[in-house]
């Protein structure tokens, strides 16, 4: 991994995991339902964050070396991102 993006990204985990500890002790605490909401929602933007963090580091790592060696690897690569953008735009 890069290393700034690796710092980054478990920057990004800490602060989510803070985040989902704030939800678990607002529903404890029977908290207004939209607050709870609220939170939860900035987990999920916390998420995509990390996720394209993620990508970032996939990209300029992997699918860069599999780029250079062509054939399969190539295909493979592309089959990888293509599943990734698919799952990002299956959610519910």
């Keep these: 991994m890069i290393e700034d993006i690796k710092r980054r990204a478990l920057h990004r985990t800490k602060i989510i995991e803070g985040q989902l ?3 678990e002790k607002m529903i404890e605490n029977e908290d207004y339902c939209v ?3 609220t939170l939860s929602l ?3 933007k916390s998420l995509a964050s990390l996720n394209k963090l993620l990508v970032e580091n996939h990209l ?3 699918v860069t070396h599999q780029y250079e060696q062509g054939g399969e ?3 493979a690569a592309v089959a ?3 599943r990734i953008f698919e799952l990002s735009n299956n959610r519910g």
Excluded: K
């Design 21 to 23: 500890r704030g939800i």
């Design 80 to 82: 990888e991102l293509l």
């Design 35 to 37: 607050d709870i909401i």
């Design 60 to 62: 300029r790592t992997h």
């Design 42 to 44: 900035a987990v999920q």
């Design 73 to 75: 690897a190539r295909e």
